[in-house]
Structures are given as structure tokens and as C-alpha cells.
């Protein structure tokens, strides 16, 4: 084990099993909140027009980076140490930068989410895809985004503090995976990759 890995399970070994099931329990939550947003969104498409194909690509996208654990209810340090907002004694302050820093690991990712999710939201441009591409491209995303957040889901019960901050990271990332920009402006696809570079440091 190398200094930056013992550094990171000194980190987790400090968290305590109360504030471990607390964000797992804001997890799972919000993994079920999304299923069921996700079987909405399944059971729609076959009848909607083509001409709101792109809308609902825009609003699945939105929907599905709403429930990613980015919140700090999902973080076992922000629980643990975060009540008021002093942070004293956080290891993920410690060994990634406190999260209201400029530079820290915490906020490049979420101001790169949060750019991500503007560029979504401002894509109201004209089609530029095909309704077939995109009724071939759009079930797949759904399907696949619902069996990443069972798997999630299973994964949960039997995490450690370390796990789950590492479940989170490979989460995320393979959620904004899912999103169909090729069916959504290049912008977002840029946004997207700045989404996993910062991911790659979240934990």
C-alpha cells in the first residue's frame, strides 16, 4: 500500500457506521427515485412525436444526473463532519482539499457537473439526428442507466466507507456515460469528457 492509499483508508477508517448508512440510505433513495423516473420516461417514448425527440433526450439527461450521489446527504464525511460546516477532522478535506475551496478534488468535479447540466439544459437547438437514431439510441440508454443503478444499488449492503466512495466515482462515471449526446449538441459532449477527467480525482 502505497502513502497516498493508506491516506485514503486512514480517511474511511475514521467514518462511523452511523454516518456510513446514512449516505448509503440517501443512495438507495435516490436510486429508487430514479428507477422509477426512468420506467416514466421507457413507457413514454414509443407514442411521443418525432419532433419531441430531442426534448426528451434533454429532460432523461437532466433527470438521470439529478439522482447521481453528488449531494452532501450522500457523502459519509459530509455527515460525519459537515453539520457545521467547519469540516474539523475531515479526512476527504485532509486528502483531496476542503470542498469550498477553489482547487479542491470536490469542486472541479461539481462545477464541471454543474456546466455539464447547463450545456443539457441549454441545447434547444434543432434536431440533428434522425428520429430512427434516436428511438434506437434512447432505449438503450434508458435500459442500460436502470440495470448502472441496481447494480448500485446491490453493491450498497455490503460497502465500507472506502468502497463507497470508490462505488460513487465508477457510478457517476458510468452514468454520464449513458447520456445520448449524439443525440445532444457537441457542447455537451465536451462537458461530458470535463465531467470524467474530474471524476478521476473525486476519490
Request: one cysteine or more; hydrophobic letters at 40%.
Amino acid at each position: 500500500m502505497d502513502d497516498r492509499a493508506r491516506e485514503l483508508h486512514a480517511a474511511a477508517e475514521a467514518i462511523s457506521p452511523v454516518s456510513l448508512q446514512e449516505a448509503k440510505d440517501a443512495i438507495a433513495g435516490s436510486c429508487q427515485e430514479y428507477r422509477r423516473w426512468a420506467d416514466l420516461f421507457s413507457s413514454r417514448l414509443n407514442g411521443l412525436p418525432d419532433e419531441k425527440l430531442h426534448q426528451f433526450a434533454r429532460a432523461f439527461a437532466l433527470t438521470m444526473l439529478g439522482h447521481l450521489p453528488t449531494r452532501p446527504g450522500t457523502c459519509p464525511f459530509c455527515i460525519q463532519y459537515g453539520r457545521d460546516r467547519a469540516c474539523a477532522g475531515c479526512g476527504y478535506a485532509a486528502t483531496h482539499g476542503r470542498c469550498d475551496e477553489d482547487d479542491s478534488a470536490f469542486i472541479l468535479f461539481i462545477e464541471a457537473f454543474q456546466e455539464l447540466g447547463r450545456a443539457i439544459y441549454q441545447d434547444t437547438g434543432r434536431m440533428c439526428f434522425s428520429a430512427d437514431e434516436a428511438r434506437h439510441i434512447l432505449p438503450s440508454c434508458i435500459q442500460s442507466s436502470i440495470e448502472a443503478v441496481l447494480q448500485m444499488e446491490q453493491a450498497l449492503a455490503s460497502a465500507s466507507t472506502l468502497d463507497l466512495m470508490q462505488l460513487k466515482a465508477k457510478h457517476m462515471g458510468k452514468m454520464v456515460d449513458l447520456i445520448p449526446v449524439q443525440l445532444l449538441s457537441q457542447e455537451v459532449a465536451i462537458r461530458r469528457q470535463k465531467v470524467k477527467s474530474a471524476l478521476r480525482n473525486y476519490w
